[in-house]
């Protein structure tokens, strides 16, 4: 028997290939209800996604979305940065945390517009994560 619902993820998620933060994404996004999703992770997340230092890998996050979009009729993307990403440079290139805060929001806003602007039906949602003593909080921007 076909189920066709099982086959539309309506989420695909861009987070960061960091090991640290996988697990318990995918935890918290479930309890926010955000059950099955395709997933892509790369280095810095949105960093190549906004960047033009490497065409090419915004080129192929975009298609990974359109894929997405095609076999499993997502309606939106989640992007996810992170505190301490190493694709960044760490926290230690930001003089204080809440500096660092406030560039990813920067980062993750422009994200949104780009992936917004090739992909008009979808719905863009910003999200920024962070580790403390083993536990990672994931939050709404
Ligand atoms: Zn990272």
């Known amino acids: 028997m076909s189920d066709q619902s099982s086959h539309n993820s309506q989420v695909l998620v861009l ?6 933060f996988h697990e318990q994404v995918v935890e918290q996004l479930k ?9 892509k992770a790369d280095a810095g997340a949105v960093k190549y996604l906004i960047s033009s230092e490497k065409p090419a890998v915004r080129d ?4 990974n979305i359109e894929i997405a979009r095609r076999l499993h009729h997502i309606n939106a993307v989640i992007l996810i940065n992170h505190l301490d990403c190493g694709a960044y440079g760490g926290s230690a290139s930001f003089q204080s945390k809440s500096e660092e805060l406030k560039f990813h929001t920067e980062q993750l806003k422009q994200a949104k517009m780009i992936v917004g602007a090739s992909f008009p039906d979808l719905k863009v949602g910003i999200m920024f994560a962070w580790l403390e003593d083993g536990q990672v909080t994931l939050k709404e921007l």
């Open 31 to 39: 309890l926010r209800g955000i059950k099955t999703f395709d997933l």
């Open 15 to 20: 987070m960061c290939m960091d090991f640290r």
């Open 60 to 63: 192929w996050i975009l298609e």
